[in-house]
């Protein structure tokens, strides 16, 4: 995707969406403005517009790649537990990038989106540097052998909390990531229901 303007889109979608906006000052800046502003509520289609957006920017990814995860979502058999708005929150999280992130290797999204795709990572062994593979309950992610001795790597590692989402685990032992069960409503600031809703219409 192209360059963007993060602190403009952040405010015109009413959430700190990258983590360069996660701040105390950038919360109450918005906090100040919004108490100031008036006018007309959005419509329901103005919030469903919204929250396809926090998609896009969030994951990076482009209107066709968000049509292609709405239509499997739509497609795929869903149960009472598993809903089409879950199965789509569980395909974008489950992207590699999406759980280099989730594991804690990479300091922002965006950060293991570029990673991935210089190559950094494997997948059960093999090199894979696609960002949108679809990681599963059984596959492995290590770090690629000729990126542990860079300078990147082992920063990253050092500064390493562990994992950021309670549905991964992190071996530091084997430098080993993998899934140990599906995400349930790991993405709070997204409602994937109205994104379903907009692409219904």
């Not at 759980?99 to 210089?118: D, F, I």
């Amino acid at each position: 995707m192209k360059k963007v303007k993060k602190y403009k889109i952040s405010r015109r979608l009413q959430v700190p969406i990258f983590e360069k906006c996660q701040t105390q000052k950038f919360a109450l800046r918005e906090q100040g403005k919004q108490t100031k502003k008036g006018g007309r509520a959005l419509s329901e289609y103005g919030k469903q517009l919204i929250e396809k957006q926090k998609i896009r920017y969030l994951y990076s990814i482009t209107e066709r790649n968000l049509k292609k995860y709405v239509d499997f979502a739509n497609k795929t058999q869903s149960t009472k537990k598993n809903l089409p708005q879950n199965i789509l929150a569980q395909a974008l999280e489950t992207r590699l990038d999406s759980v280099v992130y989730a594991l804690g290797l990479a300091l922002t999204r965006r950060m293991a989106r570029q990673m991935v795709s210089h190559g950094h990572f494997c997948v059960n062994g093999k090199p894979c540097n696609i960002p949108s593979y679809q990681v599963s309950t059984t596959d492995v992610i290590t770090i690629h052998p000729l990126s542990k001795n860079s300078t990147l790597i082992k920063q990253l590692l050092e500064q390493s909390k562990g994992p950021r989402a309670s549905w991964v685990s992190f071996d530091k032992k084997n430098e080993s990531g993998t899934i140990q069960t599906l995400p349930e409503g790991e993405i709070a600031i997204i409602n994937f229901s109205s994104v379903l809703e907009y692409y219904s219409r």
